[in-house]
T-cell receptor, first 112, second 114 residues
């Protein structure tokens, strides 16, 4: 069965600095990889996904993620963090059978 | 168009009672998922329905948990003889069911077992 690891429970960055939220995965077959964000007291919102093609995927709110097959990683990045980016971020992987699994989440805090 | 809806939004119950949580997926979505999120924690997969196939129940934590999906649309998650550790936010998501399709989440049902 597929699985996702988010090695950092918490990431702290200063506003204006670049941010990275890490994700590694394990899946048999082609991976479909996703990032979701959850703001306080809100539901999960889709950010971006990798299906096939270009390894660099651009998504909502200026976020992007790079698929690295050799390292089985799909790290989320943003060149310049905003305080409003502070939230809980989830990485997820789906297999060919459309079965989806989420990581434990990483809490991002952006300080002014 | 309408997104995934869930009801009730909040449910408070006493230990030992049964509860039913409802999910209305986006129209036309053949795949439906239930997850559980404890306070500040990640998403725990519970069950997955895909069209008319047998559901993947591998995430259900005990036999007190069950789910149905009637007519390929609305789903009900039932928790029997609730325990305090069942307190969590129960999230439902749906997707078109094709490979790589995005899941769209409902707002969740916040369950508190006293």
């Amino acid at each position: 069965a597929q699985s996702v690891a988010q090695p950092e429970d918490q990431v702290n960055v200063a506003e204006g600095n670049p941010l990275t939220v890490k994700c590694t995965y394990s899946v048999s077959g082609n991976p479909y990889l996703f990032w979701y964000v959850q703001y306080p007291n809100r539901g999960l919102q889709f950010l971006l996904k990798y299906i096939t093609g270009d390894n660099l995927v651009k998504g909502s709110y200026g976020f992007e993620a790079e698929f690295n097959k050799s390292q089985t990683s799909f790290h989320l990045k943003k060149p310049s963090a905003l305080v409003s980016d502070s939230a809980l971020y989830f990485c997820a992987v789906k297999n060919n059978n459309n079965d989806m699994r989420f990581g434990a989440g990483t809490r991002l805090t952006v300080k002014p | 168009g309408a997104g995934v809806s869930q009801s009730p939004s909040n449910k408070v119950t006493e230990k030992g009672k049964d509860v039913e949580l409802r999910c209305d997926p986006i129209s036309g979505h053949t795949a439906l998922y239930w997850y559980r999120q404890s306070l500040g924690q990640g998403l725990e997969f519970l069950i997955y329905f895909q069209g008319n196939s047998a559901p993947d129940k591998s995430g259900l934590p005990s036999d007190r948990f069950s789910a149905e999906r009637t007519g390929g649309s609305v789903s009900t998650l039932t928790i029997q003889r609730t325990q305090q550790e069942d307190s969590a936010v129960y999230l439902c998501a749906s997707s078109l069911g094709y490979e790589g399709e995005t899941q769209y989440f409902g707002p969740g049902t916040r369950l508190l077992v006293l």
